[in-house]
């Protein structure tokens, strides 16, 4: 074989196994927010949009409270003596970081307006017409609120050219929803068909859309059956949100529907009290949140659980942190200031307490992984400068806890 057909193939060998690899090349990153494989050159991540991680992070986390040295208590420096054991500030020296909770904006909504329309049918087949003119589109019920026991009428709503939309044959207590279209002009028609005597319809109307970016506690209720209550919410921090219902009844049950701004599904659940649904969103994009009756009438408040952004860390003994709602996770950003074995510790937790704390490396690669409980803890090597990410996401009871990274 000659020289120049060995170099040939040599050449080949070289641009096939160069040219070969993972999808996914060394010098990419993962989105520290999303998990998200982005290439080297984005500078943003192509799912959630957040921002690269770069090769600095800001300066080392400036104390804002005080470890007291009879109990370990973390306090704010607005305090002058320790919550738990009345230890003077003055008799301590430990420093740490104390990580507010994120303001929580309460908001109360109006009930949605119903409206009634009483008559009374004397004569077999008696009928009588009420003009209807929505100003809200949206899920409209009409229901036969009082009558007498053995009294029946038959309801038919028509549209402008005289169409029916929905028939229904009604005693005390039932109805029907219908979608209706707001500027558009309907008919309800209401004929009778068993009995006589006095009667009342009503007719449940839909509430405007609520924009909730900034509430975190939306107190509202449900007035009639199948009432849909509509939230607009755009999130200003990529994450896992949590939503849950709470502050209603026994037996009370919704539908949480969460609608793009196509319409489509991105995530439903019937939660009763006490129980919500978990859903990644993106900063910026807002989407839409249905709360449906389901199961009761009655109050009812939807808590919005929100991701925070990431803090740093680094140069801070003892972080004081809390975990308020199922899911939540707590993101940190620490440089190792030299190489060596990093310990990472949960502690001052409650009993059975427990978070699953996850190191990443710049590019999202884990370093641990561990289940802690108070006082454990998990390790990684890091090297002089580099910089991690670590996560603390919520696994087993809420409250506060303590975080520390030493040597």
Not at 101 to 128: H, K
Request: aromatic residues 10%.
């Amino acid at each position: 074989m000659s020289r120049r057909m060995i170099l040939s193939l040599l050449l080949a060998v070289t641009l096939i196994f160069g040219c070969a690899g993972p999808a996914f090349a060394a010098g990419g990153w993962i989105c520290p927010a999303c998990g998200h494989e982005n290439p080297d050159r984005a500078n943003f991540c192509g799912s959630c949009r957040e921002p690269k991680p770069t090769a600095e992070i800001p300066a080392a986390a400036q104390t804002n409270a005080w470890v007291c040295s009879g109990c370990g208590e973390i306090s704010p420096d607005a305090d002058s003596f320790c919550m738990i054991c009345g230890q003077n500030h003055l008799e301590t020296d430990q420093r740490a970081l104390l990580i507010s909770e994120r303001e929580v904006i309460s908001r109360q909504l109006s009930p949605a307006e119903i409206q009634e329309l009483s008559g009374t049918f004397r004569t077999e087949s008696e009928a009588m017409s009420l003009e209807m003119n929505p100003s809200v589109s949206g899920r409209y019920r009409v229901f036969l609120k009082t009558a007498d026991h053995g009294f029946r009428i038959r309801a038919v709503i028509t549209d402008a050219q005289g169409y029916s939309l929905e028939t229904e044959y009604l005693e005390q207590g039932e109805g029907f929803s219908v979608r209706l279209e707001a500027g558009k002009r309907y008919s309800l028609n209401l004929t009778q068909h068993a009995g006589f005597g006095g009667f009342t319809m009503a007719v449940g109307k839909p509430k405007e859309w609520e924009d909730v970016s900034a509430c975190g506690v939306i107190s509202d209720s449900f007035g009639y059956q199948d009432q849909d209550n509509r939230y607009a919410f755009t999130p200003d921090v990529s994450g896992v949100h949590y939503l849950w219902i709470s502050q209603a009844m026994a037996g009370f049950q919704a539908h949480i529907l969460i609608e793009d701004g196509q319409g489509y599904s991105l995530a439903s659940e019937y939660p009763a009290q006490g129980e919500g649904i978990s859903i990644s969103l993106k900063a910026g994009e807002t989407v839409y949140v249905h709360t449906e009756q389901h199961r009761d009438l009655g109050e009812y408040q939807l808590t919005i659980g929100k991701p925070r952004p990431a803090t740093d860390i680094t140069g801070a003994p003892l972080v004081g942190d809390i975990l308020t709602y199922r899911t939540e996770r707590n993101t940190y950003q620490f440089q190792a200031p030299e190489e060596g074995d990093y310990h990472f510790r949960l502690s001052r937790a409650d009993s059975g307490f427990q978070a699953k704390v996850t190191v990443l490396d710049q590019g999202g690669y884990e370093l641990a992984l561990d289940y802690l409980s108070q006082g454990e803890k998990t390790e990684a090597h890091l090297a002089a400068g580099q910089i991690c990410t670590v996560r603390v996401d919520q696994h087993r009871g809420l409250g506060t806890y303590s975080f520390q990274v030493t040597r």
